[in-house]
């Protein structure tokens, strides 16, 4: 059973920074694809940041050069830096994990998914 579990979120003013973490736990793919999403009131869910066991990195277009997204060596934690926060970034951010995909911003290909984390940023 894959579990995924976040953390790291909060209030912040805007131009602050925020590092989220995602622990996955049980067998997760051979090949796969990992990434964080958010939900905001009134919007459709948004890829913010994804990678790939292939190497590939994406960002959603209002958050790239603010926001990093990582994991660590053993593979089993992913982080999302983000700095310069605005208050459009505010909402329930969730991680995700699914086998290799092709478009690794898309959430309905994702099949295992996290609770989320609340990060609120005022103005």
């Known amino acids: 059973q894959v579990h995924l579990a976040e953390s790291g979120g909060g209030s912040v003013e805007a131009g602050g920074s925020l590092t989220l973490s995602c622990v996955v736990t049980g067998p997760i793919y051979r090949d796969y694809t990992m990434g964080w999403f958010r939900e905001s009131p009134g919007k459709d869910r948004e890829g913010v940041a994804g990678?790939?066991?292939?190497?590939?990195?994406n960002y959603g277009d209002s958050v790239k050069g603010r926001f990093t997204i990582s994991q660590d060596n053993a593979q089993k934690t992913l982080y999302l830096q983000m700095n310069a926060l605005q208050p459009e970034d505010t909402g329930v951010y969730s991680c995700?994990?699914?086998?290799?995909?092709?478009?690794?911003?898309?959430?309905?290909?994702?099949?295992?998914w996290g609770l989320g984390t609340l990060v609120t940023v005022s103005s």
């Open positions: 995700a994990v699914a086998p290799l995909l092709d478009s690794i911003l898309v959430p309905d290909a994702y099949n295992y």
């Open positions: 990678l790939d066991t292939d190497g590939r990195i």
